[in-house]
Each structure stands twice: as C-alpha cells, then as structure tokens.
C-alpha cells in the first residue's frame, strides 16, 4: 500500500514529460490511498475485510455484483466522510457497441445545455446558484476568523459540505440526462469539442458550473457504452455554418445571432438545433450510413443523396 504514493509520484513525472503537465507539487495531505490487492472471502453484508484493517463497517449502497472478484479498493475522504471504492474484475468479455439504425445528434449549446437533433433544447439546473446565497453567507463569516483556529476548520467543513451537495447533484443530473439521450437513439454523434479552452473563454463561468465538459467526454461515453450504443466524435467545424436543410454553407454567426436562416433554401431553425442536426448529418457519414434527408427538396431522394456523399467525401 505504501508503494501507490511512489507510483502516483512516477505517474506524475511521466505526465509532466509526455503530456506537458506542470511539475509535480508537495502535498501536505493524502486524499486517498489503495489497497492494491484484496483479501479472500473480504466482502459481507455491511462490511468489508481489508488488508491490515481487518473487518471495516459500511454503509452498503448497493449490492455487490455476482461473478465478479474483489481486486481493489480505495478509500477517500471527502467533506462528508470517508467513502471506499471497490473494483471488481471478470473473466467475461464485453463486446464494443455496434454501429446501430437509429441516429442523434447532440451540439454542446451556451443558452441550453444541449441541443439534439431531434429538436429538443435541454437547459441546466443552475446547481451553484443554488447554495451561492448560503455559500457567500459562511465565506463572509469565514474572513473574521482566525486561520487555523477550531471555528475556522468548522466553517471550512460546512463550505466543503456545499460544494460536495451541488456536486453531487450535477452529477446525478449528469447521468439521467445521458440515459434520457441513449433513450432515444442507437448511434449519438457529438463535437469534438476541446473544453479546456472552454472553461478559459467568455462561457467559462457557464461551462465550468454545468460541467459541459466533463458530461460530453467522461459520463456520455460510459453511459453509451454501458447501454450499448455507438458513440463518436465528429468534426466541430463550421457546423454552426451549414444549413441542416441543403448543406449549403451560410457563413459565420455571431454569439447574438441564436436563429439559423440559410439564404439558399430559406430554411430557418434554431441555431442549436440545427447545429445538431449538422453533426448527425456528419456521423451519417463516418459510419457509411446513407442520408435520408431530401436535399433541396428533390423527388429523386436517392439520386441526390449519392451525390451529396460523393461531394463531402472529396472534400
């Protein structure tokens, strides 16, 4: 167990080289420690056996999965307590999502959270704002303590204690919200969006309380393939840009300008959902669907879309 810190600080060294992560920094107080390898016959109903700890009682949140073995637990402390983390392994093999027939596409908006291509605008819940009245109360009371002292630390946990219940919650949100999406189609498609650069530019306020990020590139995928849908990634570029209708490029839009009207088809959408239906039209593609949209509203449906695919695969 002793030899995860060493392993966390080599980890920490190969990021710096290969990644261009910033120098490992000294840190006072571990958050959390591994017990690398689990004990036989450790687990029971309330508790768990762990290495040198002997029996530990828990508060069991859900059942401990069937043909699965114990190999790994964590245990970190957060501002409610301290939680344990058990990884389980299986000899099983689970198979990659296969490209499905149904298709959705889903543009990370500013004004809504997401936007499919099904026409639907999902908006977040404001989880900071929620508690800010609260929170800006006990940081006010927060400045007039000593530092250090026992009615400082207290505050400190009451504060961690906020953070930790709207985090909490956006997570919870996080992941119906993906089950909701899986729902409603086999394949979702989705920006290829570097959100670091996000929570750097004038949306960062927005992006970092709704957690953008951290939906489209950690929860969404797992969800997708816990479901077993296709997920991928398309191209950002110019999707605001091209009609949905005839895929003919409309030119850039501003950040004000939230309504899509193509001035060769007339056709007039939100900016967001268009935008996402842009991005399924693109996933179509990568996975060597047709498209069953009439371009340009032509009779011969089938005669158009062959053509169609041949001029985006050129380009």
């Not at 946990?157 to 956006?170: C, D, F, P, Q």
């Not at 088809?265 to 669907?289: F, L, M, P």
């Amino acid at each position: 167990m002793l030899q995860q810190t060493l392993k966390a600080l080599d980890r920490a060294f190969s990021d710096m080289k290969s990644k261009g992560n910033g120098f490992p920094r000294f840190k006072k107080k571990m958050r959390s420690f591994v017990f690398p390898a689990m004990l036989t016959n450790c687990l029971a109903d309330g508790k768990v056996k762990l290495p040198q700890l002997g029996w530990v009682k828990i508060r069991q949140s859900r059942e401990y999965p069937t043909g699965f073995e114990a190999k790994q637990a964590r245990i970190v402390r957060k501002a409610s307590g301290f939680y344990l983390m058990i990884a389980f392994q299986s000899q099983e093999q689970c198979p990659e999502p296969t490209v499905g027939k149904t298709c959705l596409g889903i543009d990370a908006g500013i004004e809504s959270f997401v936007a499919t291509s099904l026409g639907e605008l999902i908006k977040a819940p404001r989880f900071l704002l929620e508690v800010q009245r609260k929170l800006k109360l006990l940081q006010r009371r927060l400045k007039h303590k000593v530092k250090g002292s026992h009615n400082w630390l207290k505050l400190q946990g009451k504060i961690a204690r906020l953070h930790e219940s709207a985090a909490n919650t956006r997570h919870d949100w996080h992941f119906k919200l993906a089950h909701h999406l899986c729902d409603l189609a086999d394949n979702i498609f989705v920006e290829d969006i570097n959100f670091i650069s996000w929570s750097r530019g004038i949306v960062r306020k927005r992006s970092l309380e709704s957690g953008i990020g951290q939906f489209i590139n950690e929860i969404l995928p797992y969800i997708s393939w816990k479901r077993g849908c296709f997920y991928l990634k398309v191209d950002k570029n110019g999707t605001s840009q091209q009609c949905p209708n005839c895929y003919q490029a409309t030119g850039k839009k501003k950040l004000s300008q939230r309504l899509h009207n193509c001035q060769f088809c007339g056709h007039t959408e939100n900016r967001d959902t268009a935008s996402a239906k842009v991005i399924e039209y693109r996933g179509k593609i990568a996975v060597g669907q047709s498209v069953i949209q009439n371009a340009c509203g032509d009779v011969l449906t089938g005669v158009k879309q062959l053509t169609l695919f041949a001029l985006v695969k050129c380009h």
